[in-house]
């Protein structure tokens, strides 16, 4: 089934004990893609600008993903610059220049509007909600979001929220959005919004995933080589929904299937620097960690 996703493409400046990368190819939607175009084609719908270098648009087109949904528009594309320290659990923002990203106003090309399974990464929830206005059938929508959009944009946030299917947050932003220091209760108040499901990412401790009838919870593939964790959260995502969209199926079986697959493609993506070194996992490989991944949660 169809995969869209709608979301950031940048510029990345990372920072991490591991070494620095300059003015690099990054965005929640190109991780999603690099994760996701393993198990299915991916369209994506972003924006920018003239800056933008030829062969990070040959990397997307590279990877079969639909770029036809790419805008080029006059300005400089967005750029984040982020630093890890420590567990590298959370990057600290040292800048976010949103140039042509602030005025993003997604348009579906024609032929996206029936997209089966539809990914918002994280951004404005007015702009989220945008993408659920244009798409006409969707089997199963999932956003991402972030403490600015809670603090920020609390009612438009909850808007959003009420009209997917499941939602991605990590640990501190569930506890933000429920009121609650525990994540079990988090969890539960998830449910109470009528989701299908609550993602909440817990870094190098895995992930709960919550759905109506039963809480289930997965350790993070214990990599120990750590260069680089941004875009885990995206590529988690965009392995989850790669694999709901290959097999068709949103029941909560699959769901908790799908996440160990998102686990399992993170712990890649957190390995080395950038999008381009998960592009060529072998999904053999990936499968092989969901069976480790098994292993140490059976007793
Ligand atoms: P993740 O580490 O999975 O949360 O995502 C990291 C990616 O998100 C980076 O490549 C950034 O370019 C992108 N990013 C950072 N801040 C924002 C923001 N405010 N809106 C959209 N994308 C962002």
């Not at 169809?2 to 990372?14: E, I, K, R």
């Not at 976010?96 to 089966?116: I, K, M, Q, W, Y």
């Not at 640990?171 to 109470?192: F, I, P, V, W, Y």
Request: aromatic share 8%; with cysteine; charged share 25%.
């Amino acid at each position: 089934m169809s995969l869209l996703v709608v979301g950031s493409v940048a510029l990345d400046t990372v920072e991490t004990p591991a070494g620095k990368a300059e003015t690099v190819l990054g965005g929640s939607a190109v991780y999603f893609s690099a994760a996701a175009h393993r198990y299915t084609p991916v369209r994506l719908v972003g924006v920018v600008g003239e800056d933008f270098p030829a062969e990070h648009r040959d990397f997307l087109k590279s990877m079969d993903v639909d770029i036809s949904g790419l805008i080029t528009q006059p300005g400089e594309t967005f750029r984040w610059h982020g630093r890890y320290e420590g567990a590298m659990n959370e990057a600290e923002t040292i800048r976010t220049d949103l140039n042509v990203f602030g005025d993003f106003d997604p348009a579906l090309p024609e032929d996206f509007r029936d997209s089966d399974f539809v990914f918002l990464a994280n951004g404005v929830p007015a702009v989220q909600m945008k993408v659920l206005d244009q798409v006409t059938g969707p089997t199963l929508t999932v956003a991402d979001t972030m403490n600015l959009w809670i603090e920020t944009t609390r009612e438009d946030l909850d808007r959003m929220i009420s009209r997917i299917d499941v939602l991605c947050l990590n640990e501190n932003e569930a506890r933000m959005l429920t009121g609650e220091h525990l994540l079990a209760r988090a969890a539960r108040r998830l449910m109470e919004l009528k989701l299908k499901a609550g993602v909440i990412k817990k870094g190098e401790h895995g992930m709960t995933l919550a759905t109506p009838g039963a809480t289930f919870a997965l350790p993070s593939f214990p990599e120990e080589n750590v260069s680089d964790p941004t875009g885990a959260g995206d590529s988690f995502a965009g392995a989850m929904m790669g694999f709901l969209a290959r097999e068709g199926r949103t029941d909560p079986a699959s769901l908790m299937l799908a996440a160990a697959h998102g686990i399992a493609m993170a712990s890649f993506t957190v390995g080395g620097f950038g999008p381009q070194h998960i592009a060529d996992i072998p999904l053999e490989k990936v499968e092989e960690r969901v069976h480790q991944l098994r292993a140490v949660c059976t007793f």
